[in-house]
């Protein structure tokens, strides 16, 4: 465990831990009657879009030409769509890949420990998101983040840990002074390796009600939501 008295800023992941990007997607392919149109459950075609395009914006390593998450959407579901042979008309392949992530909410446990988190630190949303899904996601659920930092305002996409370096640098902050909070293995274990510290939340649904929680490294904090936040500066 960390001294709170060293920490100066939270640095949240902020689609998935902060956000129910699963229900937002399901209730939009179930909108489209996706499965009595073309035979697949809302539930695994939300988890087969989240994979791919999840994987397209993770795997960039130090790619020179970078795609942010709206456009990996759009790419992850053309390869959907080839692979399933399915047609859809350019509306709905908008809906699903601009408007759908764009209006996603906010997991209930998060608000009112996140608030008083930020009158004792710098709150920041560190993600994968790009800046207009980070920012309209913020407006919609009345996230008041004291800083944004999209990975596309980076230029580097985690789990690189340049971005990792350049995010505490853009804080004027040693690496040791920030803590990252994700649901995400693959997230943490690089912000631990750049020298944050770090706090696994349990999204117990964040795949939908069949979610198997697997944590692959040795963390400062697992908790099961984000009510415990309020316990560290007690």
Known sequence: MFNPKQIKAFTFDTGGTVLDWHTGFKKGFEKLNFYEKNGFKSDDMANLFRKKSLK???????????????????????????????????????????????????????????????KKVLCVSFTLLSNRLVFLNSKVNKINWDLILSCETLEVYKPNINAYLKTAKMLQLNPEECVMVACHSFDLNAAKKAGFNTIFVKRNNEWGPNTKISIEGNYDMVIEDFNELKEIFD
């Open 56 to 118: 397209i914006v993770t795997s960039q390593g130090n790619n020179k030409e970078l795609v942010n998450f709206d456009t990996a959407h759009r790419m992850a579901l053309e390869q959907i769509l080839n692979e399933k042979k399915i047609k859809l008309d350019k509306e709905d392949i908008k809906f699903l890949c601009y408007e759908v992530p764009a209006n996603l909410k906010v997991w209930k446990d998060f608000l009112i420990p996140f608030e008083e988190l930020r």
